[in-house]
């Protein structure tokens, strides 16, 4: 079944350290996303990608990198420089054509701070 | 500018019960209007949209009719399920001075107890 795969679901991170979430997806699908999620905030745009080897900062993207050198693939890298790393992060991917609405979504990573 | 508001959870509602949550919506020009829900540890599914005024979207029960003279998209099922326990987000889709941008609400908790 097609679908976005993202590990892991649970991470830790170090004071200082930086931390890469994957997100991998079997859908064909040419823009993908990631989300930041806290409680009482709903979901926050971190970063997004129309389209291979192109990216975009979303509303919240200081203190994150991503990269999309492969179609099926859209890391985000959380970097020393993010202060309050500790949310639930969500990606998520869309055809061409729907104007940046979020079709698919995995089943997010938990990122905690030791 | 464009934005979502709905209603503060959380909601606990007795099984059988009939449900009502609340969203608004601030928009230029003609947006689509969605709920997604999101269950325990989930990331988010699309539950139902609609893309114009007197559109109802409907899935799983669930219905919510795009209404431009009160701005409103609201949720409404009438025989609530335990299984129905999660949080629902509503959101627009709409133009901007960037283009096309989407837009969550904060998210509503819904809890059904037997």
């Known amino acids: 079944d097609g679908g976005i795969t993202q590990s892991p679901k649970y991470l830790f991170r170090k004071e200082g350290q930086n931390v890469t979430l994957s997100c991998e997806q079997n859908?064909?699908?040419?823009?993908m996303y990631w989300y930041r999620q806290d409680p009482g905030q709903g979901l926050r745009l971190i970063y997004y990608s129309q389209i291979v080897n192109d990216f975009q900062k979303g509303d919240i993207a200081e203190g994150y990198s991503v990269s999309r050198e492969k179609k099926e693939s859209f890391p985000l890298t959380v970097t020393s420089a993010q202060k309050n790393p500790t949310a639930f992060y969500l990606c998520?991917?869309?055809?061409?054509?729907?104007?940046?609405?979020?079709?698919?979504f995995g089943d997010g990573t938990r990122l905690s701070i030791l | 500018g464009n934005s979502v508001t709905q209603m503060e959870g959380p909601v606990t509602l007795s099984e059988e019960a009939f449900l009502t949550i609340n969203c608004t919506y601030t928009a230029t020009g003609y947006p689509s209007l969605f709920w997604y829900v999101q269950y325990p540890g989930e990331g988010l599914q699309l539950l139902l949209k609609a893309t114009k005024a007197d559109d109802k979207g409907s899935n799983k029960g669930f219905e919510a009719t795009y209404r431009k003279e009160t701005t409103s998209f609201h949720l409404e099922k009438g025989s609530v399920q335990v299984s129905d326990s999660a949080v629902y987000f509503c959101?627009?889709?709409?133009?901007?001075?960037?283009?096309?941008?989407?837009?969550f609400g904060t998210g509503t908790s819904l809890t059904v107890i037997p």
């Open positions: 998520a991917s869309s055809a061409r054509g729907q104007g940046r609405q979020p079709q698919h």
């Open positions: 959101a627009l889709s709409g133009s901007s001075n960037t283009g096309n941008q989407f837009y």
């Open positions: 859908l064909n699908h040419d823009a």
